[in-house]
C-alpha cells in the first residue's frame, strides 16, 4: 500500500514527530510505503510528491516546523481543485489512500473528500486546542510553554518601569493559550473570547493590582470581544478559509488602559514564535503516538476517521466529531483562574 501525507494550515511543534511515526511504523511493522506531499492541499493537487522514507524521517521528533510544507489551499478551489481531479492525480501516481495533518479547516476538507468517495485520515493539529474530538491537540503544550516564558520576561521589565503590560497571545476563537499560560505566569487579568468583559471591568482589575504595588500583566487572546464588540478585532483580511485573520486587540486594549489608569502601559504581540521552534516533550511523545496510531488505523481500513486523545488512550473518532463545535473553555475552569485576578 502506498500512502501520502501531507501538513495544512498553520504550522505548529510536533508536525515532524507524526511523520516520523507514521514512516517509521509503517515501514517496519506493515511493509507500507510512503511518500510525501510538498505544501499540504496545493501539492496533493499539482502531484508534487517525493519518496518519504525511514533515512528521511530520521531525528525529527525534536525538529520544529514540517518537512514536508505546508500552505492555506482549499482542496476544492482552482483548476485542478475538487475530488474528481485529485484522485485522478493520486491514481496516476499510485497513491492509495492520505493522512491529512490539521486542524479544522484541514479537516473539514478531508471530511469532504471522504464523502467524495476518497481514502482520507486525519491527525488533529493546532496550537489553539480547539478541537472538541480530542483532549488536547499537540502543539498546543508547547505553545503555552513559550507564551508563559515570554510572559515572565514581560513581568520583570513590567517591575522595572512599573508599568502594565499587554501579551495578546494566539488561540483564533478560544481561550486555551491565554487561560493556561495566564495562570502559569500569575497574570492579573485573563481576556478570553468565551468571557466578553467591558473597560471597566479590566480597569478595575488593572488598578486593583497597581494599588498592592505590583506592576499589572494582562493576558489577551486574538479573539477576545470588548463587551459590545460583535466580533474580534481584524484588520488583516480573510485565510483561504473565508474565516477573518485575528489579531490586534493588545493594541486596542493598551492606549484605553493606560488613558483610564493612568498607568504607562505597553503591549506586546507574541504572534508567530508560538508556532516556532522545538516541540515540548508532552507534544513529541503525543505527537509520534498519532502518527503510529494513524498507521494502525489505515492497515485495519478505518479510512473516514481520525485519531484523537481521549485521557491518556488514543483512539479512533469520525471526522464530524471534530468539525462544526468548537472545544471552547468551559465557564468553571475561567472561574478557577479568575479567583487570582486583580
Not at 102 to 110: F, S
Amino acid at each position: 500500500m502506498r500512502i501520502g501525507i501531507l501538513t495544512s494550515g498553520g504550522d505548529c511543534p510536533g508536525l515532524n514527530a507524526v511523520i516520523r511515526g507514521a514512516v517509521l511504523k509503517g515501514t517496519t511493522a506493515y511493509d507500507l510505503e510512503f511518500v510525501g506531499i510538498r505544501d499540504g492541499w496545493r501539492g496533493a493537487l499539482d502531484g508534487d510528491f517525493f519518496p518519504l522514507t525511514r533515512h528521511q524521517v530520521k531525528g525529527l521528533s525534536k525538529v520544529g516546523g514540517t518537512i514536508l510544507g505546508t500552505s492555506r489551499t482549499n482542496p476544492y478551489e482552482g483548476p485542478r481543485g475538487g475530488a474528481e481531479n485529485l484522485g485522478r492525480t493520486l491514481a496516476q501516481h499510485d497513491i492509495d489512500g492520505m493522512i491529512v495533518i490539521g486542524g479544522e479547516g484541514t479537516l473539514a476538507g478531508a471530511n469532504r473528500l471522504r464523502a467524495d468517495g476518497l481514502n482520507v485520515l486525519g491527525v488533529p493539529k493546532t496550537i489553539d486546542n480547539d478541537l472538541r474530538a480530542t483532549d488536547y491537540s499537540f502543539g498546543f503544550d508547547t505553545a503555552v510553554n513559550i507564551a508563559t516564558e515570554a510572559m515572565d520576561r514581560l513581568r520583570t521589565t513590567g517591575d522595572s518601569h512599573r508599568r502594565c503590560m499587554v501579551a495578546e497571545v494566539m488561540g483564533r476563537n478560544v481561550g486555551w493559550i491565554a487561560l493556561h499560560a495566564g495562570m502559569a505566569a500569575g497574570a492579573h487579568a485573563i481576556l478570553i473570547p468565551e468571557v466578553p468583559m467591558s473597560m471597566d471591568e479590566i480597569v478595575a482589575l488593572v488598578e486593583s493590582a497597581h494599588d498592592r504595588g505590583r506592576a499589572p500583566l494582562v493576558v489577551v487572546s486574538e479573539g477576545f470581544t470588548l463587551t459590545g464588540m460583535e466580533t474580534a478585532y481584524s484588520d488583516k483580511g480573510l485565510d483561504a478559509f473565508n474565516r477573518p485573520r485575528l489579531g490586534g486587540i493588545g493594541e486596542v486594549l493598551a492606549p484605553q488602559i493606560e488613558a483610564r489608569t493612568g498607568i504607562e502601559t505597553r503591549s506586546t504581540v507574541l504572534g508567530h514564535i508560538q508556532r516556532g521552534g522545538s516541540p515540548s516533550g508532552f507534544d513529541r511523545v503525543l505527537a509520534t503516538r498519532l502518527g503510529l496510531a494513524a498507521v494502525d488505523a489505515i492497515v485495519e481500513g478505518h479510512w473516514g476517521q481520525m485519531v484523537a486523545l481521549r485521557g491518556t488512550d488514543i483512539v479512533r473518532v469520525p471526522f464530524a466529531d471534530a468539525l462544526g463545535e468548537l472545544n471552547t473553555v468551559p465557564r468553571h475552569r475561567y472561574d478557577e483562574a479568575a479567583a487570582l485576578f486583580g
